[in-house]
């Protein structure tokens, strides 16, 4: 049986590209026979695998998203696995003036009054989900972009809200975090991105990209990942003891060692959560 | 009879090319089918040879009905073969395209290889073997195409034009062949050709199509002509500008003005020139063949057009027709079938 | 099931209601498509009946070459594209990148080899007398070249219609050069695939089910063009 | 530009050190672009055949509607065979989402109507008479076909052709329904998109180099198939 | 001269179909060219037509070296038009298909109208002009070709086999128009053809090819024939199993056994039979053609195979030949060629 320890994990697609599961999965090989399979995609996506049962076992930071899917049933529990932080980058010249401020929301008050050119990843993703509670935050007037579906015979809303200025100083480009990060790098824009992809196109590349770091360090701009195992009891055929010792293996003593001295260029870019 | 056609009429959009009310071909006999260009020979032909279904009309093959359902069709096309007018060839060697027939017939391969020889042989192509069929010359694709029908060993053979583009050499040895399987293998053939006089040495039988009709007339000595009246005021046809031949007024259907003319060779008078007066349609002309055909002797004279007439072996032999010798020709109105 | 029964509903509601973003993304789809299709048709077709009507050595070879850039994957040339008019690019000055003319110049690249190849395949069967007639009739090359276009054009047709399919239906350029940028180049596809990401399955099969009734309509007009050619 | 030569030293590089992964990326990524080339020609080209020789009413509609069908985007084809085959899909316990098999038949819809319509636009200009021949020389319906493909078979193979290059350059159904899983189904294209996602364009660049000079070994192989069949 | 070839070879592949030491062709004649299938007629036509360069060699068209420049070319073939053996219709209306060249010429609409009116007209044609062209009948689809090369006045005229598959009525009508060009426009004309009887009709020069090559003998009587040797040891050739004629030790070139044998017609001696016993290639045969031809007299006689001879008309008209009459052809070893 040892040579079946196979699971199927679907996570966001900034999670592969950062590296860590190269490192993280060997290990767990060597500790427990389990063999993860990894299935990135937009979140959205991945947490649409875990609803329809495709995979074993979830790994996504979208940390509301991720309670109503408990709460739906779809998953067991959540395991508190690591964050990382989001930060914002612009061009060095800094033309809305916000370098060193570590508050993001007077920082997003100033690219609307600037009309500093800002790029929004507008995939409904983690990063873009956060974008759009920091917008709300700043108290500005927001416009809400809604589109009727059908679903099941009823009709279902999905609605994203952005600042005015669409299209004109705020683009929205629905696109991956590399690709919004060198988006932004091309139109000299600021934006907002998690550590780790920016560690890779700032020091990992021959040719890095321009953007610096303008403002880190909020609280708020915590990015928190969590670990869920897909119900048994809504998909019968998952492995749900496996995918539960991967996840216990992830907050256990061994696997949040991994995580902490995981290191990008350098650079530590994911922070335990499960230690007490 | 291998055919028996009835009520046949082919059309291809608002025009028929093709009606026959009833139509018998005999076994194992040679047919030579005639008529000017677009009378419907080669359409005749797709339909006999069963490639083609006619619009209307019932045909019997062997006595029993053609089903046109295509799976029925099949084993029947197995014993009808036909060569197509520009016969193609298909895209490899000359070998392989004989080969294909004989495959289908699942005929073992010792057997087909001395088939394709021999009937390479048969039509002098036998050292193009193994060249490639879609360089040939016009006239060799035709005779490659003749052999792999032959190959086939059919019960009936349709050729279309099989003579058209080949050389003196291979006509000859064609026809030749064309009479030989038909009796030695008792094959029947079915063939077209504008070329009459290969048709009456060859055919037993000879089918004349005019505009998709059938017609009793021989086929020769068809000419445009134009309609008009002479100084006094009699219907007259113009022949080429050359021969003016007057008509009955019954005869002028329509006021159409070019008009095909049909001179029965059969109903022209020849005699020697003497001083009487030259008479209504007659014309003077010189013989320029003489030709025996069937027991008869048909003579072509150049009377400004060329104009052939049929005459008794008799009358020929006492009056002593000569080529190069001046004569006169007259033309009874019953002689002119306007078409 | 459930899914494209559900998206077929949401995709007439999209009609339907035909908000203004729908009509920017199928405008621009449209506009993106047609562009790339036509610059491929004008420069691949006289490539194809150049290599076609040529005797050169290595012919042969040449359109190997053409059958392996059928295999050219979208990143490859979006990548490559990119190396050009990103502001460090030689083409940087120029301003081009995630610009609608991007996608096309992109997309134009994509298919060049399928409309040559095509055309290639489609001319390599017209039977030489063709040529050979106009010739004698004392057409010249161009003419020449126009009478075989004319036998040729079902074939020419097919290769420029399935060209404009494999245009509008490609992510990975519009994506890349494009940038999915909200109200200018966000087309059909890259709107998909944001939707897809999403993990709003029902919308993105909802804006298939969009583009493949344009592509029909586009492919009705072919249909009318070709068969008023071929009645003349 | 700097990218292109990097990217080609870098191809080499990958090349030469031939590491385990790239041999299992290039295995999967052949294994199953040939397998849905070799399923979508024994289906499109006779489907093909069967709608250019029979004649029904509607024949040019059904021509139109395959020419749409050009047009389908990958997504949607990921996502319809998807909502198939996902576990909670009517061929949900047949667990074939996120394997190779998933691929191969995703892939296989998108070029069976590139190979119908190629193989429709083909034969549409091949000689009546070779059919006509065919026949009175006493062939059934598939030994007539056979002749006739024969005569086509330039056009045939152009579109097998390019119906290869569309499926191994595609990223969008590989992605979806493969997962990109490492070892099982990641194939060189979802591996040239993730690395791309990781920022390592030269990377990604390099395994396109690669791509296309596996492509070209098909297209030399396909080259040297129809020269043989060409001189017999 | 309108052509003078010089040296000329073109080989396909390894295998030489021309080759031409010196051709000449003259100014505003009718030149016929004739040759077994295969000959290289229409090779010769189609480098005249400048539609393909030949391997080795010059040709001087009006006195001026071609120059095989695709570019330099155009200009010239505005000039010369081809008719191909079977020609192709552009898949447009016969209409069209008449307006190319015309258009190409850049003729004025109205003056495009009525020449092509006028040339439809000349093939009987013109109730075809908006009929799709690639559905027209063999015959139909060559003499459309036809009118569509007249269209163009050229000045010179190439056609490959014109009449191969016209009916006789047309047939007729198609020699009269190329005589009437070349007579009226002055246009040169260069045809091939198999029927040597409308090659003596029409040409004022005959070209024979055999194996690519000019020869000097006429284009009849020409046999396939096995060698072998007579019980009395003499060599002897055997044509179709029918005739027997004794050759010359010397002529048996090669072991070959099957061969083309060539009859001169001119060296074939006929009388009227008498009681001397028949000596060797002495054969009885019926006459059953009899042709004037270019001032002589031309008979065909059924010797088993159907033999043809000429003779002077003095001595037809002083012996008095006959149609259907039994005569005695002597030939002698002299008028027999082995090739
Ligand atoms: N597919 C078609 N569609 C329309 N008309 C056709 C078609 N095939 C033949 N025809 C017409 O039908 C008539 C008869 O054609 P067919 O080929 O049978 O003539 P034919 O007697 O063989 O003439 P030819 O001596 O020139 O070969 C012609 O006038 C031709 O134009
Ligand atoms: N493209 C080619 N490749 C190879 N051989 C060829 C090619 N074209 C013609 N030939 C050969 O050259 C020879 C001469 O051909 P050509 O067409 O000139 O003959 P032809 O005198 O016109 O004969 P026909 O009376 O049959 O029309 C033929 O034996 C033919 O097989
Ligand atoms: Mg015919
Ligand atoms: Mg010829």
Known sequence: W????????????????????????????????????????????????????NVDVMLVHAREREMKFIKQGYGTNRYAVMHNDFIIVGPPADPAGIKGNSDVIA???????????????????????????????????????????????????????????????????????????????????????????YIKYKFGREVPVDLEIMCQGDPFLANPYGVIPINPQKHPHVQY?????FAEWLVSERGQTIIANYRLLGKQLFYPDAQK | MIYTVSDLIKKYGPRTVLDIPYL????????????????????LLNILGLLEAPTAGRIHYCSRPVNYAESALQSLRKEVVLVDQHPILFTTTVFKNLEFGL?????????????????????????????????????????????????????????DEPTSSVDVENQNIIITILRRINEAKKISVLFTTHDRSQAARLAHHTIVLNQGRLVPTLYENIFRGVLQTDPSGQPQCVIQDKMHLSIG????????????VFIDPEKIAVRKPSEDPAVAN?????????????????????????????????????????????????????????? | MNLLIDSFISAIRLVVSM????????????????????????????????IAFSEFVGKRMTITVLNTLLALPTVVIGLFVYAFISRRGIFGPFDLLYTQRAIIIGQAILIIPVVAAFTIAAISRIDERYRKTAMTLGANRLQTAWIVFREARFGIVAAIVAAFGRVISEIGISMMLGGNIKGFTRTMTTAMALEYDKGSFILAVALGIVLLGLSFGMNLLFHFFQGRVHSQ
């Open chain 1, 241 to 245: 003891e496996l995918a539960k010792e």
């Open chain 1, 107 to 197: 920082a997003f008050k100033k690219f609307a009054s600037n009309r500093a050119r800002f790029v929004s990843r507008g995939d409904d993703s983690g990063t873009h989900t956060k974008e759009q509670s920091i917008w709300k935050k700043t108290g500005l007037t927001v416009k809400t972009n809604t589109t009727m579906i059908e679903k099941k015979g009823k009709k279902r809303e999905i609605t994203f809200i952005h600042p005015h200025g669409l299209g004109n100083w705020y683009l929205s480009i629905g696109q991956g975090m590399g690709k919004t990060l060198t988006f932004a790098d091309e139109k000299l824009a600021y934006t907002l991105v998690d550590r780790g992809t």
């Open chain 2, 24 to 43: 018998e071909v005999e076994k194992e006999q040679i047919y030579a089918l005639l008529g000017a260009n677009g009378a419907g020979k080669t359409t």
């Open chain 2, 249 to 260: 007024e019954d005869q002028v259907i329509d006021k159409r003005k070019a008009v095909s």
């Open chain 1, 2 to 53: 040892a040579r079946y320890k196979i699971i199927k994990m679907s996570t966001t697609t900034s999670t592969q590209a950062s590296g860590l599961l190269d490192v993280l999965l060997p290990e767990l090989e060597k500790d427990t026979g389990i063999t993860v399979k990894v299935i990135a995609k937009g979140t959205g996506a991945a947490i649409r695998d875990g609803m329809d049962g």
């Open chain 2, 103 to 159: 495959k289908i017939r699942k005929i073992n391969k010792k057997e087909r290889y001395r088939i394709i020889d021999e009937s390479l042989d048969l039509v002098g192509m036998r050292e193009f073997s193994s060249a490639p069929a879609q360089y040939l010359s016009g006239g060799e694709t035709q005779r490659v195409a003749i052999a792999r029908a032959l190959a086939l060993s059919p019960k009936v053979f349709l050729c």
């Open chain 2, 282 to 339: 007659e014309l003077q002309g010189r013989v320029v063949q003489i030709i025996e055909e069937n027991g008869k002797v048909r003579m072509v004279v150049d009377a400004g057009v060329w104009v052939a007439l049929l005459i008794s072996k008799k009358r020929y032999q006492k009056i002593v027709f000569m080529v190069g010798e001046t004569i006169v020709l007259s033309i009874p109105p019953e002689a002119i079938h306007l078409m």
């Open chain 3, 19 to 50: 908000d203004a973003e729908l009509d920017a993304i199928v405008g621009v789809s449209l506009k993106v498509s047609c562009t790339s299709t036509v610059l491929a048709g004008l420069i691949g077709v006289p490539l194809g009946f150049t």
